[in-house]
């Protein structure tokens, strides 16, 4: 494994990136909470409240990881960037974590669609023997 500065160094950038990583999880928990049907209005306001404090805890956060990164030299991550993720499937900080998982054959688009497609054949396997056994249930009802 490589490292890219002093142990010390590199441990406080790792934290800062953690630290951030999980305010910004947090946050899109929240944004999928709000959005679900049968969320009132009351419930909606107040994670609105608890949405205005996870964006200061983020920036706060986001300053924090900046100031250990421009010490490594590595890039920092803009506000613009982070706080426009909408969903899990958006979520890149993790790019920039101890390993790179770039290099995964997980992290690869093709192997992430290739696995839904798999899936989905999987499902449609179940429901074509699930409608089987209904269609002969209705077979004898009908007889």
């Known amino acids: ?6 142990l010390p160094l590199n ?3 790792q934290k800062a990136l953690s630290k951030l990583e999980g305010l910004v999880v947090a946050r899109l928990f929240e944004l999928h909470k709000m959005g679900l049907s049968g969320t009132g209005y009351k419930l909606c306001v107040h994670i609105n ?4 404090t996870w964006c200061n805890a983020i920036q706060a956060a986001l300053r924090k990881c900046n100031e250990a990164a421009k010490v490594l030299n ?4 803009d506000w613009k960037d982070v706080s426009t ?3 899990l499937a958006e979520f890149e900080l993790l790019q920039e974590c ?3 998982i770039r290099q995964q054959p997980w992290a ?7 696995l839904l497609h798999h ?3 999987e499902c449609a396997e179940e429901e074509r023997k699930r409608l089987n056994v209904e269609i002969s249930c209705l077979v004898d009802w009908m007889t």
Do not use: C, F, V, W
Not at 108 to 114: C, G, H, L, P, S
């Open 119 to 121: 899936l989905k054949l």
């Open 108 to 114: 690869d688009t093709r192997n992430q669609q290739a």
């Open 74 to 77: 590595h890039p920092q991550l």
């Open 1 to 6: 494994m490589e490292r890219s500065g002093p």
């Open 98 to 100: 101890r390993i790179d």
């Open 85 to 87: 993720y909408d969903s």
């Open 49 to 52: 409240r608890a949405l205005k």
């Open 11 to 13: 441990g406080a950038y």
